[in-house]
Every structure is written in C-alpha cells, then in structure tokens.
C-alpha cells in the first residue's frame, strides 16, 4: 500500500513569510503528483498540478518536485490569511485501475 | 464549464436505510471517483468509475456500491446505514490526468 507522509501541523506562518508544506512517497511508481487546497467545511480544490522533475510557478505558489527522492514541496509567497487551510498531496498512480490515496494533509495558519 | 454538482447536499436517514447520492461530472470528463471523508480518517476512496466500468475499488464493505451512466453520470448508493456512515461524501470527475475537480459534497448523517 502506497503512503504519502505529510506534517499534519498545524504549521503556523506570520502573514507575508513563506510557508513550505512537503510531502514525500513511500511509493516509486508514483507518475503525477498534485496539491490541493481544503478550507474547512468545504470540498478540496486543486492548486497544483506537477508531473517532471523541477521548479513549477503558479502565481505566489510554487511546487517542486524530485522523483528520486520521492519529494513534493509547496512553497507559499507573501502568506495571507486566506491561504490557511488543510493542503493535501495525494499519492497518485495511473494504470489501467487508476486509485488515488489521499493522507490526512497539513493543517496551514496563516498569522496576522 | 459547470462544476460538478452533487445532489442532495445534505441527508438525514435512520439506521438500517439506504440511500442513493448523484454525481454529475464537469462535462467531457469520463472519470468520476467518490470519497467519504470524516474527521478522524480524513479522504477514504471509495471508488472510482470510467466509462462506465468500475476501474478500482476502496477498502469499504459491500453495502457501499456504485454505478456509472453512459452520460457519466454517477450515483453511489449505500445500504443498510449504520452510524459510523455519518460523514461527508464527495464526488470528483476528472480526465483521467489525475487531476481531479471536486463537487461540493453530500453530508449525511445517520441517526
């Protein structure tokens, strides 16, 4: 059973620093690695989308990715109040019965 | 595009009923996959269809079942409630990238 390893926090981050959430796969078979966001009460929302190795930016967010260390990283610019939220990384791997595994995420809050 | 809708977003039963919820998918997506999602155990797969085909099946009993339409479509049904059913149930379609686009949720509860 493949797992992904998340800090379930809560990671706590003044207002305007940069906020880094990690996870890392038990699994090398894992192709196409993702981050989403969850506010509380609400269903989750995909932010990021990373599928090679390297350096992808979306906007204040930024997700890095090394396969063979099995590492996914979210890196959060100038941190608002408005990113505190659970962030999930599911462990995802296509074949012909494609399953993705969810871990319980990481609790991020943002402080004024 | 439309979101995914789900359809009740919420339910109250009585245990030992059944229940049925409905998926409909962002349009031109053929995977449609449902999560029960509660506080102690986070997102739990349930299923996930394609086409119509069941392509792979979470660790959840039998009562727990589903089915897709031609239209993708989906419906998800659950028998014989028991307490422990009571929780978010949350269906997401997508493009077989792995992306997935989450609808908002059905939240049942079980009394």
């Known amino acids: 059973q493949k797992e992904v390893e998340q800090n379930s926090g809560p990671l706590s981050v003044p207002e305007g620093a940069i906020a880094s959430l990690n996870c890392t796969y038990s699994?090398?078979?894992?192709?196409?690695f993702f981050w989403y966001r969850q506010y509380s009460g609400k269903s989750p929302e995909l932010i990021m989308s990373?599928?090679?190795?390297g350096d992808k930016e979306d906007g204040r967010f930024t997700a890095q990715l090394n396969k063979a260390s099995q590492y996914v990283s979210l890196l959060i610019r100038d941190s608002q109040p408005s990113d505190s939220a659970t962030y999930l990384c599911?462990?995802?791997?296509?074949?012909?019965?494609?399953?993705?595994?969810f871990g319980s995420g990481t609790r991020l809050s943002i402080r004024p | 595009k439309a979101g995914v809708t789900q359809t009740p977003r919420y339910l109250i039963k009585t245990r030992g009923q059944q229940v049925t919820l409905s998926c409909s998918p962002i349009?031109?997506?053929?995977?449609v996959s449902w999560y029960q999602q509660t506080p102690g155990q986070g997102l739990q797969f349930l299923f996930e269809?394609?086409?119509?085909?069941?392509?792979n099946k979470g660790n959840f009993p039998g009562r727990f079942s589903g089915r897709q339409f031609s239209n993708s479509r989906s419906e998800m049904n659950v028998s014989t409630l028991e307490l422990g059913d009571s929780a978010l149930y949350l269906c997401?379609?997508?493009?077989?990238?792995?992306?997935?686009?989450f609808g908002p949720g059905t939240r049942l509860t079980v009394t």
């Open positions: 269809y394609f086409s119509e085909t069941q392509r």
């Open positions: 699994d090398r078979g894992s192709q196409s």
């Open positions: 349009s031109g997506h053929r995977s």
């Open positions: 990373i599928y090679s190795n």
């Open positions: 997401a379609s997508g493009e077989n990238t792995g992306e997935q686009y």
């Open positions: 599911p462990d995802y791997l296509y074949s012909s019965a494609s399953k993705i595994i």
